[in-house]
């Protein structure tokens, strides 16, 4: 490879209040990575927005020339390297700076994708495609949770996990068994369970499982036109379940470590998830994550609807970056490679596409490389 030289209450902020416009452009891209905090009014450290802004800045493989890049902090230009097949955008961050909804070209997050956010819908279309995990349910108040596990419901008091409504990546999640959280206290008197329910007003609580592998289905849905599959990929995430990065074959295939019938399970799955968001008013791109675990039993099976994403999301992203980056890469046709990200800038033969903050700030990074290629 090559070096680098519908029904959520909720909705986003109006955009367009109070807030300046960039220079006249013929659109700009907007990296608001943010979203799902910003839907329930929550507070990001400052940290967690330097990386999200960081990561946003891929986003420019989806800008023309010309157009600036919106992130929600200010990232340094000389973090985002040349790459040939890539535009170089003028980047601008922070509230004021924001691009009106008229001034929009393209946005991780539409306004109009905010109610389908929610994991409530996630459930709820999970449920009507009976993809649902045995003891899934969402719950509006500690209280209900305390019932949910007094039940024991489909071994709920076993191992669980409690997702805010509103969340990405991994971020506000509780794990339990039985009814102490995973650090001991009790759940009727834990104060980090009331705290996520006065955040989002609601929760999603699932049976834990151990999971092995995790994938995505990207898709588009257009308006008025058939649901479109985009590719199917591998997540990378580390012992914790954090994201690292995607993996994802060069010529748009199916990731190989899953089987023909089981890849064919999640694309259908995928194009089913295209057509209820079609059917309630969504258009644009999405995403499905799954991942295959260990049952009981010992044999593992696929769950192929884990999480809907009505919105961007780096598996998109990192098939965009493949596609634009192609004819400047040495490789293979049907090769595999990674978008990953880390603390630490590309080496060897990796196309960068993010660097440390050369001031000694953010430290997330990006590249792409071979699949072969080890840290």
């Given at each position: 490879?090559?070096?680098?030289?519908?029904?959520?209450?909720?909705?986003?902020?109006?955009?367009?209040?109070?807030?300046?416009?960039?220079?006249?452009?013929?659109?700009?891209?907007?990296a608001?990575?943010?979203?799902?905090?910003?839907?329930?009014?929550?507070?990001l450290?400052?940290?967690?927005?330097?990386?999200?802004?960081?990561?946003?800045?891929?986003?420019?493989v989806?800008?023309?020339?010309?157009?600036?890049?919106?992130?929600?902090?200010?990232?340094?230009?000389?973090?985002?390297?040349?790459?040939?097949?890539?535009?170089?955008?003028?980047?601008?961050?922070g509230?004021?700076?924001?691009?009106?909804?008229?001034?929009?070209?393209?946005?991780?997050?539409?306004?109009?994708?905010?109610?389908?956010?929610?994991?409530?819908?996630?459930?709820?279309?999970?449920?009507?495609?009976?993809?649902?995990?045995?003891?899934?349910?969402?719950?509006?108040?500690?209280?209900?949770?305390?019932?949910a596990?007094?039940?024991?419901?489909?071994?709920?008091?076993?191992?669980?996990?409690?997702?805010?409504?509103?969340?990405?990546?991994?971020?506000?999640?509780?794990?339990?068994?039985?009814?102490?959280?995973?650090?001991?206290?009790?759940?009727?008197?834990?104060?980090?369970?009331?705290r996520?329910?006065?955040?989002?007003?609601?929760?999603?609580?699932e049976?834990?499982?151990?999971?092995?592998?995790?994938?995505?289905?990207?898709?588009?849905?257009?308006?008025?036109?058939?649901?479109?599959?985009?590719?199917?990929?591998?997540?990378?995430?580390?012992?914790?379940?954090?994201?690292?990065?995607?993996?994802?074959?060069?010529?748009?295939?199916?990731?190989?470590?899953?089987?023909?019938?089981?890849?064919?399970?999640?694309?259908d799955?995928?194009?089913?998830?295209?057509?209820?968001?079609?059917?309630?008013?969504?258009?644009?791109?999405?995403?499905?994550?799954?991942?295959?675990?260990?049952?009981?039993?010992?044999?593992?099976?696929?769950?192929?609807?884990?999480?809907?994403?009505?919105?961007?999301?780096?598996g998109?992203?990192?098939?965009?970056?493949?596609?634009?980056?192609?004819?400047?890469?040495?490789?293979?046709?049907?090769?595999?490679?990674?978008?990953?990200?880390?603390?630490?800038?590309?080496?060897?033969?990796?196309?960068?596409?993010?660097?440390?903050?050369?001031?000694?700030?953010?430290?997330?990074?990006?590249?792409?490389?071979?699949?072969?290629?080890?840290?």
């Amino acid at each position: 490879m090559s070096p680098s030289g519908p029904d959520a209450a909720r909705q986003p902020p109006d955009p367009d209040a109070g807030e300046r416009r960039p220079s006249p452009n013929s659109g700009a891209v907007v990296a608001n990575l943010d979203v799902e905090a910003e839907l329930c009014g929550e507070r990001l450290p400052r940290r967690v927005l330097d990386r999200l802004s960081a990561a946003g800045t891929l986003l420019r493989v989806l800008a023309r020339p010309g157009e600036p890049l919106w992130t929600p902090r200010a990232v340094a230009p000389q973090r985002v390297p040349a790459v040939a097949g890539l535009v170089t955008p003028t980047l601008i961050s922070g509230p004021a700076a924001r691009p009106a909804r008229a001034d929009t070209r393209v946005t991780w997050c539409p306004p109009a994708a905010g109610r389908f956010l929610s994991r409530a819908i996630d459930h709820r279309i999970t449920s009507e495609l009976d993809c649902l995990l045995p003891g899934a349910c969402v719950l509006d108040s500690p209280q209900a949770l305390e019932r949910a596990l007094a039940r024991n419901d489909h071994g709920l008091t076993e191992r669980w996990v409690l997702k805010p409504l509103f969340s990405a990546a991994g971020r506000g999640l509780l794990r339990g068994r039985g009814t102490r959280l995973d650090d001991g206290s009790e759940v009727r008197v834990a104060s980090a369970v009331g705290r996520l329910f006065e955040r989002d007003s609601g929760a999603l609580l699932e049976p834990w499982v151990d999971r092995v592998d995790d994938f995505g289905c990207v898709g588009e849905v257009p308006p008025d036109a058939a649901i479109r599959i985009v590719g199917v990929h591998r997540i990378l995430v580390d012992v914790a379940g954090r994201f690292g990065g995607i993996e994802l074959c060069a010529d748009g295939s199916a990731h190989p470590a899953l089987a023909a019938d089981a890849a064919e399970r999640l694309q259908d799955v995928a194009r089913r998830v295209g057509e209820w968001l079609a059917e309630h008013g969504f258009e644009g791109p999405f995403g499905v994550d799954s991942y295959r675990y260990r049952a009981a039993d010992g044999t593992i099976a696929l769950h192929p609807l884990g999480e809907v994403n009505p919105r961007f999301s780096f598996g998109r992203i990192a098939r965009a970056l493949v596609d634009a980056t192609a004819s400047h890469r040495d490789g293979r046709a049907g090769e595999l490679l990674r978008l990953r990200f880390g603390r630490r800038d590309a080496r060897g033969k990796a196309m960068a596409l993010l660097r440390a903050d050369p001031a000694g700030g953010d430290d997330t990074c990006a590249w792409l490389e071979r699949a072969e290629e080890r840290d």
